[in-house]
């Protein structure tokens, strides 16, 4: 008989020292893919008059990425963030978003866009079906209306609605008791300016019957000179102002409102005073504005978030933002998500994200919700108090009621013919 | 001479006609490899962001090589150009999302309506020369952008078109598929530029540049300086107007960023980057503008001052448009070799 196996390798060892040697060389590989980094894309503005706020937004976020990052990362993988300037506009910010998608492989994406921006790139996690959570943008109709609704997109950001509700509490308490009838307006001539006062202003009448408009202006946004609004609200005279002025806006009303002493002549609610980037910059600060909480250290009085306002000044030299709690919270929520979901697949995040409760330095009691049925976030710290010229600015903040808040929010959405 | 002589002496001239019908064959030509060029591209390369690239190109292609038609053929600076722009986005957003008709109907009634607008604001702004005309045109583009602001109800304001743009099929295309809205962007890209090209080397085009070198001669000869402008003013519209609806597409929605006086001050700066006195100068402009701001702003944020020193580079170093250099570079050496 003849023998066909020759002496030597056979093929099968062959085979098989060759299997063997691709699996030693291939593991590496194959656990490096497994471990690599998740990209998540953050189109934001970091360029222009709101950059201030941009860059706070990015700075918060590399904070709690970086906490992530050193407990292990995302299920395992070490976050890598793609941060790209939009410049506000919101073709820009369509643009960077896809990319970030479609070119830097980004498997999330964090929205720093405010206003139009937002909704553009609503528009690209529409049609890509790209996890995406809004960071900054507060108009109400971006998550309340149920046409923007979409299985993929969450809100962390605070409510202009919210807000309103709080705030016309607070404020007709204070008219209560000190009889004040004759109230004036001045807020921004877009969007945010008028609806926020008007839904100011509509739960204040309903606080408090008795109060009446005697006067409204409407400043264009970025108006450097205020001296006509300054002087029209004076010669009204009202009892109370409302404004819902923001940033730069704000702070140059007030510097020019103080040389009429407008302070000392009616009680004035400014919502967006009790931020540190208003706080800091009006050269005299008025005692005894009434302001809603943007950000502050100090409210909600609680260790943790004094830990991370000081964390965050030591790491930064300046005090976070409003825009810094919210892109904060939103990568605690994705850390809490994918730890709950057991994987980074943006879908299966989604589902856990919906309705997903965690424990946060700047909930109300603790905790922040992303609400189930619309995708935004309840539960965070909110309330009212009134300043003094020196830290902690707003020494006693008094926190709104969510139950309240939760009841005139379903009403409203009824109005808005929402539900 | 004789009477007869003297008559047969006095039949008209033969004046050269320079045959047009060559220089349009060409320009069909072009226009159809620029075409199928384009529509290979994906097949070559599977890049997502090539995609959008050459669509963001289409829309500012067209608005920036319609400016040209008013400042480089007719010398009428507009400062508010960039209001049709934003016209044509919203106009096809509302058409669209309020009246769910097809979309070609929605595309030419878009076109209607800024026909008539900028009739209206072009009948105004025409009679004016230079620095008027450049400001009454901002003045209005300023009043557009604020009637967007303010009218809530039915622009959404600052927040713009929300709930993105519907988009039903038409005729087996369907733009909610990506490769088709990037097939349709190249088409009217290449349909624009061309019937931008035939108007510019029409008759009228070199009236618009006789009224350009000298108004009151081109007046003088019997041409209607003011109804001439009128046209063309109309005309540019309406091109910027399809670079607004292809913008609208590609974002799924209309902004009041589109009718702000930055995407004039856009089409001016492509303008000046490619050049005014080439008809595909903005082209190239628009080209060099957006592969600018997407390499740019990808490596730093400080994007302004890069791009403020391309555009000093460009008006004092060479102090002409990129294809403007290269024309002229090009004769140059002709020459050189000639000589």
Known sequence: MKRTRKPGISRRSTLALMGTGAVTFAAPWVARAQAKTIKIGMPTILSGRVAQLGTSSRNAVMLEVEKVNAAGGLAGRQIEMVIRDSKGQPQEAARIARELVNTDGCEMLLDGEASSGSFAVHEVARDLGVLCIHTCSEASSLTADPKQHIPNAFRCVRQGIHDSIVGAGYAAGIAKAKGLKKWATCSPDYAYG????????????????????????WPKLFQPDYTEVVTKILQAKPQALYSCLWGGDLTSYIDQANIYAMFTQMEVFAVNMADYTALTVVKNLPKGIHSGDRYIKTFPPTPENAAWGDAYKAKYNEYPTNWSWQNATAVMFLNEAVKKAGSTDGKKVAEVLTGLTIKCPFGADGTVTMRADDHTLVGYAIGWGTTIPQEPYVPDVKAGDWKAIFELEAEWKKSKGYT | MTELQAG??????????????????RDVLIALVAFVLLALLPMLFGSKQLLDFVIRCAAYGLFATSLNLLVGYTGLISFGHGMFFGLGAYGFGLMMQKTGVPIPVAFVATLAMTLVVAVVIGAICVRLKEIYFAFVTLAFQMLIHSTILSWQSLTGGDQGLRGGIPRPSFLGIDLSNHLHLYITSCALLVIGLFLMRQIAQSP?????????????????????????????FVLAALFAATGGMIMALFVSGAYPEFAYWTISGEGIFINMLGGVT????????????????????????????VLGVVILFFAIGLRKGLMDFVVEWFAQRRGEERG
């Open chain 2, 278 to 305: 080439t008809f595909l100068g903005p082209m190239v402009g628009t080209v060099l503008l957006l592969i600018l701001n997407d390499t740019v702003t990808r490596l730093t944020e400080y994007h302004g001052i």
């Open chain 1, 194 to 217: 008028r609806d926020t006062t008007g839904e100011f202003v509509l739960y204040l009448k309903k606080f408090a019957p008795d109060v009446e408009i005697i006067s409204e202006s």
């Open chain 2, 204 to 232: 009228f085009g070199y009236t618009l540049r006789m009224i350009r070198d000298n108004a009151t001669r081109a007046s003088f000869i019997g041409i209607d300086v003011w109804r001439a402008k009128l046209v063309i």
């Open chain 2, 8 to 25: 047969q002496s006095a039949q008209p001239l033969e004046v050269p006609r320079i045959d047009a019908r060559p220089q349009r064959y």
